[in-house]
Nanobody
């Protein structure tokens, strides 16, 4: 049974940076693509960035392109989301999720329902 745990969230000022981690246990992440999603109260969960099984393909939401980088470390069984130049609009609970390998990264980011495992989420608050 694959378990995912997010960490690295917190309070940061506009323009600041955070690195979120998604650590897996119970099984390897090698057979899954990974997506980062975020959600604010009253709104639908939206895809932020996704990465395929070997890290060769990535996808980013238009709102975060140029500010966020997704990566994975297979040896550590962990996926990262480096967030720079954060904006108040980035405030949300951030979730990581595992998706089947046959799902293309763009489809994974656009369709949260395709994910099969989810973490508990980590709060990111961008405020002065």
């Amino acid at each position: 049974q694959l378990q995912l745990v997010e960490s690295g969230g917190g309070l940061v000022q506009p323009g600041g940076s955070l690195r979120l981690s998604c650590a897996a246990s119970g099984s390897t992440l090698d057979g899954y693509g990974i997506g980062w999603f975020r959600q604010v109260p009253g709104k639908e969960r939206e895809g932020v960035s996704c990465i395929n099984t070997n890290g060769a393909r990535t996808n980013y939401a238009d709102s975060v392109k140029g500010r966020i980088t997704i990566s994975r470390d297979h040896a550590k069984n962990t996926v990262f989301l480096q967030m720079n130049n954060l904006e108040p609009e980035d405030t949300a609970v951030y979730y990581c999720a595992a998706v089947p390998p046959y799902v293309l990264v763009q489809a994974a980011c656009e369709t949260p329902g395709l994910a099969v495992y989810w973490g508990q989420g980590t709060q990111v608050t961008v405020s002065s």
